[in-house]
């Protein structure tokens, strides 16, 4: 998996990119524990993003719980076949997708 | 055929590869060469040295007597005597004389001829004159005490080119010269002589029949006016040179083998001591190293108490192999433990798969006694424990509990978090709760305290046997799947609430699915639509519901089967990534009550 970061003040756009599940989830939190700090708005991008598992939900559901305090959160470019596992798992009641 | 490794080798194969051996070879060969340049060399030097000695002894010899001789008398009456007699013999008598005095040389004294005899008669008178006598008493007495083999005076005549000797000290008839005999020497010889500078050694090597390698050496004698009177000459003959040289070589072969042989073994101990005795012993040492641990024996001295002390290479080995050894020990000893930790962890997961399995129910059928309905699961884990789960129970006689559940992640942690999520759902949905009111209230048991953020996805509904009526509530499970009497199976696209452990206060909705006698419901985890072949492709809900179909009118463990052989020809060899869990409730029906004396068991 890639992971690709664009800073533009406090405002963090992740773009990822592969499959985000038990190998890569952990690669993911690591990455985000630092690069979170200061940051207000996180934008996820997953267009090129194919596959999320269960790991990966939880990645992002801890990140949303971060960003619930330190400012806001949102998952951008959701394809159809994430868009279902996010409806599957009600993911998509608490992540704004856009 | 292959070639033996060393330690297959027969002590006497092993010995060809002795560095001494080779060194004692290569010394014996390096000093035979060396030996036979030097003898070369010495030969001709030994050759040159004592010729020149001999020269410089004939010469010595040839002006001593000269000067003795002038010191006594005048040479010039006597020579010009001679030489007026031998000048006035006829050519024809001389060259008779000459082949006589040849054939004398050659064979003796025998069979000379009348004119032999007559011409040295000429000389008869001069022999016993007062100053001819003086002269042959020095040149006698040189011959006597010096190391020529003969001292002698000679006149040249240019005419007929030969060399006529006067008076020799050698007076024996075998080896002596007569007075008056001659001798053809050739004019550019002669030449050297009579132009003598006064300095230079005069001298010249002939190979004479009679006497071998001759070396003469000698000097004019001249008058008042510079005119010469004869030549004073030595001879010494060189077979002293020749018998030299061969006690020369006997000498220095016999002492070049001793000094060859001393010095080849003295390497051969050397090397034997500095290299090949260290170098064996480092070998001993790596074989009973590899000797004692294939024997299990695990002393860790054998480079280390090596003791080589060679000050070079060697020692420098023998001390990296001792560390070596000492690295290896200590490797070996974190690796046991490393491994034996390996084992342990791998001992307890097993126990642990086993526990887990029989934490879900695993006895079929499951419900012997229950004919209107029948239930089937199987779980297959993709690490030792899995964090899939399914359950089902009776909450009584009428109330039957379906559980299919998935936590976020794999291995240990997903497993204990399982175990804590199956033992929650099944205390509630025993205290009478609706399907609902479990899931909120696990949700909130499990938020209170969930520091690694774990979640789980649960459907969970709850069957009435007389109805066939489910009442269930979705946290974030995969869509079940039901089949109507004489239908095929179908997604339900159920309500979904949130993943249970994500966040604190989530509601559930519960939702009503109605079977009839004949309905099938399978229940499965994403393990089942997102199982990956090798080329990356997922399974998929489509799949996995053809696969359903097709056993559709069979018992619940035919559509498991189904389901699993589909997958398995899916997959192929591609490893499974996640854990695969599925459930198959068949639902009968025909039984409105239960009898009491069913239920105490």
Known sequence: ?98 | MPEKTVRQMSKLERRHYSLAARTFRASIVSAVIIGLVALIVGMGLFVYVLTTRYIDTAFDTSKMAMSITGKVLDIKPTVDEVMSIYRSTPSEVLQTVENAVSERNEWGTAGFGVEYKDYFQKYHDIKFEQDYLQILSILKDFKENSRADDVYIGMYDPDSDRLVFIANGDTSDETGSLIGEFESVSHNEIEKFMNWDGEKRLFQINNSKRFGLMATSGLPVKDKDGNIVAFFLSDIRLNNVVNGTKSFFVLFAVSMFVIVNAVAIGSALYVRKNLVNPMNSIAEAAASYVKDRRAGNESTDHFSKLNIRTGDELENLALVMADMENDLADYEEHLTEVVAEKERIGTELGLATRIQADMLPNIYPAFPDRPEFDVYATMTPAKEVGGDFYDFFLIDDNHLGLVMADVSGKGVPAALFMMASKILIANHAMNGKSAAEVLETVNEQICSNNREEMFVTVWFGILDTRTGLIRAANAGHEYPVMKKPGGQFELIKDKHGFVIGGMAGMKYKEYELQMEPGSKLFLYTDGVPEATNSGNELFGTDRMVEALNKASEGSTYDVLGSVSDAIKNFVQDAPQFDDITMLCLDFIGGKTQIKDEAEDM
Not at chain 1, 3 to 28: C, F, H, M, Q, Y
Not at chain 1, 34 to 58: C, P, Q, W
Not at chain 1, 80 to 90: A, K, P, R, S, Y
């Open chain 1, 1 to 98: 998996m890639t992971i690709t970061k664009k800073l533009d003040g406090t405002n963090l756009t992740v773009s990822l990119e592969g499959r985000l599940d038990t190998t890569t989830a952990p690669e993911l939190e690591e990455e985000l524990k630092t690069a979170l700090d200061d940051v207000t708005e996180l934008t996820v991008d997953m267009a090129k993003l194919d596959y999320i598992s269960s790991a990966g939900l939880r990645v992002m559901l801890s990140t949303q719980k971060r960003m619930n305090r330190q400012g806001s959160m949102v998952v951008t470019n959701v394809s159809d076949v994430l868009m279902e596992i996010f409806e599957v798992t009600g993911f998509d009641s608490i992540l704004t997708i856009k």
